[in-house]
């Protein structure tokens, strides 16, 4: 991995298929200029990936990630996506539990942990999802909150020394709501996420871990966020749904 700042695009349901063609192709467009500032990670959804991979040729400039998969690989479960599609269809990341999954479709650490088991078995890094709810943050549970979900996604888990595991921080107060927590505590949030994993892996596998921050970011404050070293980059929803705000926010990450 690159030490350039990453960046995963998560289009969540924001964009239609032709929509999610119309900004691949504008990415792809100014690839050059992105990806030398970024490592960009899109992550459309599962109905347009295929279409979307193909616009950027190969090898690409990007990296792809699936939104969701299930936590089976094959059977008879209608309507469900599977890692092994994904990977096969070029996605080398899959996001595992993240905050609107949990809320609105029932999804649970039990669930979170074999999907993240899952994506290893295939080669593919998952981006696992933590964060607190206001209420948990309100009454001083946020540490305990975000230390039993990480427990409870990474338990068992057994990480090989080439395999990287993203761990994106995303406050559930502060998705999609144009309010972002302040940098300060993003960062002591992550020295409590670095320390559980210190207690559960160890050197050097531990140093496979990444740290990412999501919640409002956008191009006016993703410097604040990202300084390489803690946090190594940002899960975008809203800021990365059309070129105009996507772009600017790849290139303030750099400062550029
Ligand atoms: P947001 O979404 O950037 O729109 O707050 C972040 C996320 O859901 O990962």
Not at 8 to 21: I, R, Y
Not at 80 to 105: D, K
Not at 155 to 176: F, H, R, S, T
Not at 197 to 206: K, R
Request: contains cysteine; hydrophobic residues 45%.
């Amino acid at each position: 991995m690159s030490e350039r700042p990453i960046i995963v695009a998560n289009w969540k349901l924001g964009l239609d298929h032709n929509q999610s063609l119309v900004l691949a192709g504008q990415i792809a467009n100014d690839a050059r200029e992105l990806t030398a500032n970024a490592h960009i990670i899109l992550s459309p959804s599962a109905t347009s990936l295929s279409k979307v991979v193909q616009e950027f040729g190969d090898p690409a400039p990007v990296s792809f990630c699936v939104q969701n998969v299930y936590s089976e690989v094959i059977g008879p479960f209608t309507g469900e996506t599977s890692i092994a599609a994904a990977q096969q269809l070029g996605c080398r990341y899959m996001i595992a539990g993240h905050s609107e999954r949990r809320r609105l479709f029932g999804e649970t650490d039990e669930g979170v942990a074999k999907k993240t088991k899952l994506a290893i078995q295939f080669g593919v890094t998952p981006i696992v999802c933590v964060g607190e709810t206001y209420e948990e943050r309100q009454s001083g549970q946020a540490e305990i909150v975000v230390s039993n979900e990480l427990k409870m996604a990474l338990g068992n888990l057994e990480v090989n020394e080439n395999q990287q595991v993203l761990i994106a921080y995303e406050p559930i107060w502060a998705i999609g709501t144009g309010q972002a927590i302040h940098p300060d505590q993003a960062r002591l949030m992550a020295m409590v996420i670095r320390q559980q994993l210190v207690d559960m892996f160890p050197d050097p596998i531990v140093q496979n871990f990444i740290l990412i921050y999501g919640g409002s970011v956008d191009a006016n404050n993703i410097r604040d966020f990202v300084d390489g070293r803690v946090i190594r980059g940002v899960l975008v929803g809203g800021a990365s749904q059309n070129f105009d705000d996507f772009k600017a926010l790849v290139l303030a990450a750099t400062n550029k």
